[in-house]
């Protein structure tokens, strides 16, 4: 038996078995019960129901019996957490809900998942008080019902599974690259074209493990596809529309510096400095009393669409920038105005 944890996402774990020469022929969901650890039969099977797991390359059901031989792929979500998680009746501002999903807005400021530093008021602790009776939310996962995520700064758009099957179709669809998800940023700079595309493979950086950082070669790091569009231009920086094709941590942010277009205001990325403008001390206040607006840097999740893990209908969903955000860019168009006057 072998397996291979070299080939996963931020957001699920992928692993690969050989069955032995001398395997004795099982069921599926009873040989993977023996070969994932703190790893239930239900969600194995659940798994095995959205496609996610595969026998020799095709999807396998529950009861397959499992031949000495045979190569085995699995897509699971994370596993069990190693800290509490404490329901906190956090307010939160659902766009759509039914049995299967919720859909909400994360407002900048608010980190996604309990970690390091931040073991309250994330949006998993106002989700296990808002969704306490359901079954996923009693499981012991680290991050139950996450299918993907978005920076603690950065506001907009989520989607929430609150069931077994829910959770492994979407999270197929996300590790597969069929959803669709737009976001809003205001960088500094003027794009030297209206709308591209960046590529460059994004990985730790090598000096600061707080950062990603881009490796153009595609020695280090994964694969990372961002397309853009200039939305505004506002003389020192530009509203840009990016729309993911793969979902890298930090994607936006990096690329952008890669591109010497830091995101407004991002402390991370040497966007929370003046990076384009003039010397006067008029304007450096201006630029600092746009900077106090935020809380981090200028990204909003604008928009989410997939499938419906149920009835399979293409959901789409676009939210506004939150104010902060768009107070910014009011800032900057009466400034760009007051210097055309």
Same mark, same amino acid.
């Given at each position: ?99 299967? !999903?919720?859909?909400?807005?994360? @407002?900048?400021?608010?980190? $996604? &998942?309990?970690?390091?530093? %931040?073991?309250? =008021?994330? /949006? *998993? ?10 079954? !996923?939310?009693?499981?012991?996962? @680290?991050?139950?019902?996450? $299918? &993907?995520?978005?920076?603690? %700064?950065?506001? =907009?758009? /989520? *989607? ?182």
């Amino acid at each position: 038996m072998t397996q291979d944890l070299s080939e996963h996402s931020d957001l699920f774990e992928h692993f690969r078995f050989q069955a032995d020469p001398g395997q004795q022929v099982l069921r599926l969901d009873k040989y993977l019960l023996n070969k994932l650890e703190s790893t239930s039969r239900s969600r194995i099977q659940a798994a095995a129901k959205a496609g996610n797991i595969l026998v020799n390359n095709l999807a396998a059901k529950p009861n397959y019996r499992v031949k000495p031989g045979d190569k085995i792929s699995v897509v699971l979500p994370h596993p069990p957490r190693k800290l509490e998680l404490i329901p906190e009746d956090i307010p939160l501002d659902m766009i759509y809900e039914d049995e299967d !999903l919720l859909v909400v807005n994360k @407002e900048a400021g608010m980190v $996604v &998942h309990p970690g390091y530093g %931040n073991y309250t =008021g994330t /949006l *998993v602790n106002a989700l296990m008080h808002h969704l306490k009776d359901q079954a !996923l939310f009693q499981s012991g996962d @680290e991050r139950p019902g996450l $299918v &993907h995520r978005i920076d603690k %700064n950065t506001s =907009g758009l /989520l *989607v929430i599974a609150k069931n077994e099957l829910a959770l492994n179709r979407l999270a197929s669809q996300f590790f597969h690259k069929t959803t669709s998800r737009t976001y809003l940023a205001l960088v500094w700079g003027t794009m030297e074209e209206p709308e591209g595309t960046i590529r460059g493979h994004i990985g730790r950086h090598p000096k600061n493990r707080k950062q990603m950082h881009v490796f153009p070669a595609g020695e280090q790091g994964k694969e990372a596809i961002t397309h853009y569009r200039v939305q505004e231009e506002l003389g020192y920086v530009s509203l840009v529309e990016c729309r993911l094709e793969t979902g890298r941590t930090h994607q936006i942010r990096v690329h952008m510096q890669y591109q010497s277009h830091p995101i407004f205001n991002d402390p991370e990325y040497g966007g929370d400095r003046i990076l384009r403008g003039t010397t006067f001390n008029k304007y450096r206040l201006f630029v600092e009393n746009c900077f106090a607006l935020l809380p981090g840097q200028a990204l909003h999740a604008r928009s989410l669409g997939f499938k419906h893990p149920a009835s399979a209908q293409e959901m789409h969903f676009e939210t506004p920038p939150p104010p902060g955000f768009e107070k910014l860019l009011e800032k900057w168009r009466t400034y760009i105005q007051g210097r055309r006057d």
